[in-house]
């Protein structure tokens, strides 16, 4: 089974904090994601990883950053958190494929920034 | 912009009806398509996915591709109160293994007991 681990379930930061948001996954994929979901906007994707090291800006990389040290574990940073980053932020992996792309899912870190 | 539409609704259906999800896309070059659920407070789990035209079927969950009109569509026969859901449709817009998938916002099923 494939396993994609996120750090906490739920965190509550103060505005201005520097925010960490690890992910982790088992199963040697080579592309990692990061999103966030929020009502009626739907899954957004802020920044992807299909290398160690590498990084590809997704719709909405403004406000954040991420490091790809190994190829196991992405991480999501908020430089200096807002409260409109209040959100579910949801992990994902996959294997490089012609077609079967299949994306799996972390179980989410639902976020509080007062 | 690629794009991936699906209506939010609820889509209330009986138990034991069939109920259908429906969703289009932009790109015509699209390759692979993806159903996920997503239960309220949890992270989508995979469903289905579907690369040619026609139809696949998984148990109660039937898949179905039609690339000229550029529509994908989720039956799911004898529904249940479990299958109360968001259902996401995803696309990849291209045939390269390292482009993200886009999702669609989902369209929320009540299952009526």
């Known amino acids: 089974d494939v396993k994609v681990t996120q750090s906490s379930r739920y965190l509550v930061k103060r505005t201005g904090e520097k925010v960490f948001l690890e992910c982790v996954q088992d199963m040697d994929h080579e592309n990692m994601f990061w999103y966030r979901q929020d009502p009626g906007l739907g899954l957004r994707l802020i920044y992807f990883s299909y290398d160690v090291k590498m990084k590809e800006k997704g719709d909405i990389p403004e406000g954040y950053s991420v490091s790809r040290e190994k190829k196991e574990r992405f991480s999501l940073i908020l430089e200096s958190a807002s409260t409109n980053q209040t959100s579910m932020y949801l992990c994902?992996?996959?294997?490089?494929?012609?077609?079967?792309?299949?994306?799996?899912f972390g179980p989410g870190t639902r976020l509080l920034v007062l | 912009q690629k794009e991936v539409e699906q209506n939010s609704g609820p889509l209330s259906v009986p138990e034991g009806a069939i109920a259908s999800l429906n969703c289009t896309y932009s790109?015509?070059?699209?390759?692979?398509f993806f159903w996920y659920r997503q239960y309220s407070g949890k992270s989508p789990e995979l469903i289905m996915s579907?690369?040619?035209?026609g139809d696949k079927e998984d148990g109660r969950f039937t898949a179905q591709l039609n690339k000229a009109s550029q529509y994908v569509s989720l039956l799911i026969r004898d529904s249940q109160p479990s299958d109360s859901a968001t259902y996401l449709c995803?696309?990849?817009?291209?045939?390269?293994?390292?482009?993200?998938?886009?999702f669609g916002k989902g369209t929320r099923l009540s299952v009526i007991a």
């Open positions: 579907i690369y040619s035209n």
């Open positions: 995803a696309v990849r817009p291209r045939n390269s293994g390292n482009t993200p998938l886009v």
């Open positions: 790109d015509r070059v699209s390759q692979s």
């Open positions: 994902a992996s996959s294997f490089l494929a012609e077609l079967q792309e299949t994306q799996y």
